[in-house]
């Protein structure tokens, strides 16, 4: 391999490490489901009830392109709005689900990430 290569690759993994980007190993913060907002927690109700969900985008597929949340193949991961009190439009909170039944909740639009627990 060629030494500017090397040293490319090497530059890239140590600038994902330092942005917190998330690998298959699933590396990301965790919160109780009783510690997240009061629309948050109602948020989920509705997902696990299978809805009906008040804004049209919710259920998309999200794309994951920040790489914030382990990789996995397009279409694993689907959006959901949480409500922010006071604002007209989305806002920033979501709660993203995994195919595999886990859950991950943002309020600062993508930014970050942290597991729920229940």
Do not use: C
């Given at each position: 391999?060629?030494?500017?290569?090397?040293?490319?690759?090497?530059?890239?993994?140590?600038?994902?490490?330092?942005?917190?980007?998330?690998?298959?190993?699933?590396?990301?913060?965790?919160?109780?489901?009783?510690?997240?907002?009061?629309?948050?927690?109602?948020?989920?109700?509705?997902?696990?009830?299978?809805?009906?969900?008040?804004?049209?985008?919710?259920?998309?597929?999200?794309?994951?392109y920040?790489?914030?949340?382990?990789?996995?193949?397009?279409?694993?991961?689907?959006?959901?709005?949480?409500?922010?009190?006071g604002?007209?439009?989305?806002?920033?909170?979501?709660?993203?689900?995994?195919?595999?039944?886990?859950?991950?909740?943002t309020?600062?639009?993508?930014?970050?990430?942290?597991r729920?627990?229940?």
């Amino acid at each position: 391999m060629r030494p500017w290569l090397r040293l490319l690759i090497v530059a890239w993994l140590a600038i994902g490490a330092t942005l917190g980007v998330a690998r298959d190993n699933g590396a990301v913060d965790g919160v109780f489901l009783a510690d997240l907002p009061r629309e948050a927690q109602q948020t989920l109700a509705l997902i696990k009830d299978g809805g009906p969900f008040p804004y049209n985008r919710d259920g998309v597929v999200f794309g994951n392109y920040e790489k914030r949340l382990p990789l996995k193949q397009r279409g694993y991961y689907h959006e959901y709005t949480v409500k922010t009190p006071g604002r007209r439009d989305r806002g920033a909170r979501r709660i993203i689900t995994g195919r595999g039944h886990e859950y991950f909740y943002t309020d600062d639009h993508y930014r970050s990430f942290t597991r729920i627990l229940e």
